[in-house]
């Protein structure tokens, strides 16, 4: 994952790893998530309209996390039209 979100270890990347708390089945669990660094949003904000789309690799990524895990399937909509690719 950090590969895919642009987290390095130095800070310079896009996203950083970050630890947070989520409940699952009624019991506190750490997970990882990704945050977003101030060097990768100026990157972000430079970029032209087109260049900040989410590609369809990465779209693919979320539709089998969301399998793999079985989200809801709100959460597939969501995938779809924010996508315009997913079925």
């Known amino acids: 994952m950090d590969t895919i979100e642009g987290a ?11 630890v947070i708390t989520v409940r699952l089945n009624g019991a506190d669990v750490d997970a990882i998530s990704y945050v977003g660094t101030v060097a ?12 900040r789309r989410v590609s369809a690799e990465y779209f693919q990524y979320l539709k089998k996390g969301a399998q793999r895990f079985s989200f809801p399937e709100s959460y597939h909509t969501y995938l779809r039209l924010k996508a315009g690719i997913l079925s």
């Open 40 to 51: 990768g949003r100026a990157r972000f904000l430079g970029k032209g309209t087109e260049e």
């Open 8 to 18: 390095r270890y130095d800070g310079s990347g896009n996203y950083e790893r970050a």
